[in-house]
């Protein structure tokens, strides 16, 4: 067990059952021309945290330690997508329609896409969710109970909708979480600090936080090796 400093209080990361869960870091949130471009956010915000949450996927992936990949998006006949959220928002575009880089959200469209400089790599899981949560309507639980997993590491975008979501669905269903801080962003920077202060107020009643620095501390101190692997590196599952 290693004691990361976090906020409201050390976080206690075991030596197996740890995995990174990056949610929804694509081109539809990330890019002009996506999703979030049409609800009318300025997605050049969420550029920011690319270069240290990939050095944090790089230690995972140094370490075999497992990671997951969400992407929110829909069918391509919209069949999971209900009205309340296809109608939502009075966008330039709405979930399905023809945008610059392909249908707004919609599954296998070039704008649905993770962004190239966190693409996934053989032997690791990609969730596909049509809802904001991680857990809803996928196997996300599935996948981690097969693989004993405890502890989950949580980044990505947005910190206030489906990184939230995700961090809730996981703390009621017994994980212990940890948002890391420098590793996820919002549109509104005013909801990411409420969403920071707000898993961990309480004494963590969602969670911890902390900064990938802590956290790469934490992993480098672990020394795992090889031995420990958790991968299949002759599949990449997709759920
Ligand atoms: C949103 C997300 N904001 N990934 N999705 O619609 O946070």
């Known amino acids: 067990m290693i004691s990361i400093p976090a906020n409201p209080y050390s976080y206690e990361l075991p030596l197996t059952g740890v995995a990174l869960i990056i949610i929804d870091m694509q ?3 990330l890019e002009p021309g996506g999703f979030g471009d049409a609800l ?15 050095q944090l996927l790089e230690a995972f992936r140094q370490h075999r330690l497992p990671v997951f990949h969400t992407i929110e998006c829909h069918q391509p006949d919209l069949s999971d997508c209900p009205p309340a959220k296809l109608n939502r928002g009075k966008g330039a575009l709405k979930i399905g329609d023809p945008g610059p880089m392909g249908r707004i959200l919609v599954k296998g469209e070039p704008g649905n896409g993770i962004i190239p400089e966190l693409a996934p790599v ?12 991680a857990f809803y309507n996928t196997n996300l639980e599935t996948h981690l109970q ?9 980044t990505g975008v947005t910190t206030e909708v489906c990184v939230q979501t995700t961090m809730r669905e996981a703390n009621d269903r017994g994980y212990e979480c940890l948002l890391v ?33 802590a956290v790469l501390q934490g992993l480098a101190e672990m020394g795992w090796g090889a031995a420990d692997a958790d991968l299949d590196l002759a599949n990449t599952s997709v759920g």
């Open 122 to 133: 053989l032997g690791e899981t990609i969730i596909h969710k049509p809802g904001k949560g």
């Open 27 to 29: 081109r539809d949130f």
């Open 40 to 54: 009318g956010n300025d997605v050049s915000r969420l550029q920011a945290i690319v270069p240290t949450l990939k």
């Open 181 to 213: 801080e420098d590793c996820t962003e919002s549109y509104f920077p005013e909801f990411k600090q409420a969403t920071l202060e707000m898993v961990r107020a309480q004494g963590g009643i969602v969670g911890w936080t902390a900064p990938a620095a």
């Open 146 to 154: 097969q693989r004993n997993i405890t502890h989950l590491l949580i």
